[in-house]
């Protein structure tokens, strides 16, 4: 039992180029979310999911999309980073009921 | 809109302290509120869930506890040891759906051995 995996760790990218993160988690959870951290703002929320095939916007959506095709993964896109796109990235999932959210370790992306 | 403030941002202490971490919201209507624990360069370790019936809830050396009529939770460390050390983080559920949850921006505590 992996809990929530992330992958890439860590990327650098160049401004203008695309990327997707890819967020998967066994623990069988309806509930995906994304959020960025970043020095002096704490988390905040990205995009997030309630199920297979469905998303919605959080609180600082834009410059990213999101996909649901499988319930286990849930992916993030950059269509053209940009540097203010520099942050790690955390997804996380969670049961219907409001129980606790479980964390992945994160991606640190650095855009130039 | 919700905001959580933790206080203070930063603490450092001789180990063996008991200690208190302070986190405030401005919407009574909430869920839940967990606090988590970050590491440098790792993800958050869920310590302590309390959902808005509650008034507390206790791990180990750890007591959490929930004012929702003063918008006001507190994170009791007994008897503090360096491996402590780490960040903490407030965060909340309110609003009714499936939205993520509303961080605070933590307090980076230091237990000097």
């Known amino acids: 039992n992996a809990g929530v995996t992330q992958t890439p760790k860590f990327r650098v990218l160049k401004t203008g180029q695309s990327m997707t993160l890819l967020c998967a988690q066994d623990m069988n959870h309806e509930y995906m979310y994304w959020y960025r951290q970043d020095p002096g703002m704490g988390l905040r929320l990205i995009h997030y999911?309630?199920?297979?095939?469905?998303?919605a916007k959080g609180e600082v959506p834009d410059g990213y999309n999101v996909s649901r095709l499988k319930k286990q993964n849930f992916l993030l896109g950059l269509e053209s980073a940009a540097p203010s796109q520099t942050s790690v990235y955390f997804c996380?999932?969670?049961?219907?009921?409001?129980?606790?959210?479980?964390f992945g370790p994160g991606t640190r992306l650095l855009v130039l | 809109k919700q905001e959580v403030t933790q206080i203070p941002a930063a603490l450092s202490v001789p180990e063996g302290e008991n200690l208190v971490l302070n986190c405030s919201f401005t919407?009574?209507?909430?869920?839940?509120l967990q606090w988590f624990r970050q590491d440098p360069g790792k993800g958050l370790t869920s310590l302590l869930l309390i959902q808005s019936s509650q008034r507390e809830q206790t791990s180990g050396r750890l007591n959490a506890s929930l004012d929702k009529s003063s918008g006001r939770s507190t994170l009791y460390i007994a008897a503090s040891q360096p491996g402590d050390s780490a960040t903490y983080l407030c965060?909340?559920?309110?609003?009714?759906?499936?939205?993520?949850?509303?961080f605070g921006k933590g307090t980076h505590l230091i237990i000097q051995p």
């Open positions: 965060a909340l559920y309110s609003g009714g759906g499936a939205d993520g949850l509303t």
């Open positions: 996380a999932s969670r049961a219907p009921s409001f129980e606790t959210q479980y």
């Open positions: 999911s309630v199920g297979e095939g469905t998303t």
């Open positions: 919407d009574s209507a909430i869920y839940n």
